[in-house]
């Protein structure tokens, strides 16, 4: 049998990224139901599941094997920092995309965490509140997720002026009324002020860099 050094990357990471989604969509402390369609991808997939299992990241509990139909595998995350530390070998390659650890929800930024939990920023609006950090913050996350560099568990980015200005201008053309360096200094204050303290060594901001022309954003990954 293969193991997890010299399996088929693509395959593994699909397996990996399945789990992610049961993961988010699964209560917390409840088994994780991987269903399989009974077909010639059935047996792959299951040698890769049971790679996991060697590996020390998963563990099987349970599975229901029909001959046709559906299978499923009831599973529990043994460790969840080994589980994220095998998806970002994947992220390290280039081979694929960062986004799953982080996204917008309606207008709630979220951030995967250590042993699935969720940084989560709300960004709806109060009765005196505005959506201007919300529109900012989506360029900050728009830009870190095709241009980052990695330094241990962060992902590092300089965001420009110049790209944050036509982002807004582009989705969201209406929220500048009066000057962008005004507009600009203001809400990322305001954003600033919207993250929780508790997750400040999470969601980096920072003042402008004027030698880099923008401002360094840092998101940590859950490893």
């Given at each position: 049998?293969?193991?997890?050094?010299?399996?088929?990357?693509?395959?593994?990471?699909?397996?990996?990224?399945?789990?992610?989604?049961?993961?988010?969509?699964?209560?917390?402390?409840?088994?994780?139901?991987?269903?399989?369609?009974?077909?010639?991808?059935?047996?792959?997939?299951?040698?890769?599941?049971?790679?996991?299992?060697?590996?020390?990241?998963?563990?099987?509990?349970?599975?229901?094997?029909?001959?046709?139909?559906?299978?499923?595998?009831?599973?529990?995350?043994?460790?969840?920092?080994?589980?994220?530390?095998?998806?970002?070998?994947?992220?390290?390659?280039?081979?694929n995309?960062?986004?799953?650890?982080?996204?917008?929800?309606?207008?709630?930024?979220?951030?995967?965490?250590?042993?699935?939990?969720?940084?989560?920023?709300?960004?709806?609006?109060?009765?005196?509140?505005?959506?201007?950090?919300?529109?900012?913050?989506?360029?900050?996350?728009?830009?870190?997720?095709?241009?980052?560099?990695?330094?241990?568990?962060?992902?590092?980015?300089?965001?420009?002026?110049?790209?944050?200005?036509?982002?807004?201008e582009?989705?969201?053309?209406?929220?500048?009324?009066?000057?962008?360096?005004?507009?600009?200094?203001?809400?990322?204050?305001n954003?600033?002020?919207?993250?929780?303290?508790?997750?400040?060594?999470?969601?980096?901001?920072?003042?402008?860099?004027?030698?880099?022309?923008?401002?360094?954003?840092?998101?940590?990954?859950?490893?």
């Amino acid at each position: 049998m293969e193991n997890i050094n010299n399996c088929d990357k693509n395959k593994l990471y699909k397996i990996l990224q399945k789990i992610s989604r049961l993961i988010d969509e699964t209560p917390k402390n409840n088994l994780l139901r991987y269903l399989m369609n009974n077909d010639k991808n059935s047996m792959w997939e299951t040698a890769y599941l049971f790679i996991l299992t060697d590996a020390g990241v998963v563990k099987i509990y349970d599975k229901e094997i029909h001959v046709d139909g559906v299978n499923i595998f009831y599973l529990q995350i043994v460790d969840y920092r080994k589980f994220y530390r095998f998806e970002r070998k994947f992220i390290d390659n280039g081979e694929n995309d960062i986004s799953s650890y982080f996204s917008f929800d309606d207008m709630t930024f979220k951030l995967k965490t250590i042993n699935n939990n969720v940084a989560a920023i709300n960004f709806h609006p109060t009765r005196e509140g505005t959506t201007n950090p919300f529109c900012l913050m989506k360029a900050f996350v728009e830009y870190i997720k095709e241009h980052y560099k990695r330094n241990g568990s962060y992902l590092e980015t300089v965001v420009p002026k110049q790209y944050i200005f036509e982002y807004i201008e582009e989705k969201f053309p209406n929220i500048v009324k009066d000057d962008q360096e005004q507009w600009l200094k203001t809400t990322k204050g305001n954003l600033i002020k919207k993250i929780p303290k508790e997750y400040l060594s999470l969601i980096k901001l920072k003042d402008f860099d004027s030698k880099n022309k923008g401002y360094p954003f840092s998101l940590k990954l859950p490893i």
